[in-house]
T-cell receptor
Framework: NAGVTQTPKFQVLKTGQSMTLQCAQDMNHEYMSWYRQDPGMGLRLIHYSVGAGITDQGEVPNGYNVSRSTTEDFPLRLLSAAPSQTSVYFC?????????FGEGSRLTVL | ELKVEQNPLFLSMQEGKNYTIYCNYSTTSDRLYWYRQDPGKSLESLFVLLSNGAVKQEGRLMASLDTKARLSTLHITAAVHDLSATYFCAVDTGNQFYFGTGTSLTVIP
């Protein structure tokens, strides 16, 4: 049972570079979401999707883009990385409100 | 702006003792969740509370929800070392989830 799979697990970027964090789930969940976790701040919602072709902004969307072309995949794009985007990123899918998280991606922006 | 506040933020307790973690939130919601996170790991679902008065128990942990008071509690009974982790509550407002800042629990032998 793969569940929610995130790649890469670790990434170091230079300021201004772009990259994509991949997220895939095999549970056929319509709802998927991205969070960032920073020390002392819990998890904050970046973007979410309620189904293929539908995305919406969460609490902290600036600097990030998402798309949802299939039910399984929900990539998160950093357009021009900034040091403030150094964080641990979690992807999650949901059924009936209960979130199932990936293992996380630790991103450092220098 | 919706706020989800947990207290305490840090909790150190001896094995065998009881304690309660509180989660207050600032909006109307009937759906609240508790998650556990071990250091360097992902979050694991503990409890799903979907109505006022809901109570769920699993082992030494029991969670409850009072939607009128906008309060959920996570009660720990006779703590053991394996319960050391960070615990998060999260409120569901429809399609958006708001997390508390977490309670870091350390159980001391």
């Amino acid at each position: 049972n793969a569940g929610v799979t995130q790649t890469p697990k670790f990434q170091v970027l230079k300021t201004g570079q772009s990259m994509t964090l991949q997220c895939a789930q095999d549970m056929n969940h319509e709802y998927m979401s991205w969070y960032r976790q920073d020390p002392g701040m819990g998890l904050r919602l970046i973007h979410y999707s309620v189904g293929a072709g539908i995305t919406d902004q969460g609490e902290v969307p600036n600097g990030y883009n998402v798309s949802r072309s299939t039910t399984e995949d929900f990539p998160l794009r950093l357009l021009s990385a900034a040091p403030s985007q150094t964080s641990v990123y979690f992807c999650a899918s949901s059924v009936d409100g209960e979130l199932f998280f990936g293992e996380g991606s630790r991103l450092t922006v220098l | 702006e919706l706020k989800v506040e947990q207290n305490p933020l840090f909790l150190s307790m001896q094995e065998g003792k009881n304690y309660t973690i509180y989660c207050n939130y600032s909006t109307t919601s009937d759906r609240l969740y508790w998650y556990r996170q071990d250091p360097g790991k992902s979050l694991e679902s503990l409890f799903v509370l979907l109505s006022n008065g809901a109570v769920k128990q699993e082992g030494r942990l029991m969670a409850s929800l009072d939607t009128k008071a906008r309060l959920s509690t996570l009660h720990i009974t006779a703590a053991v070392h394996d319960l050391s982790a960070t615990y998060f509550c999260a409120v569901d407002t429809g399609n958006q989830f708001y997390f508390g800042t977490g309670t870091s629990l350390t159980v001391i032998p």
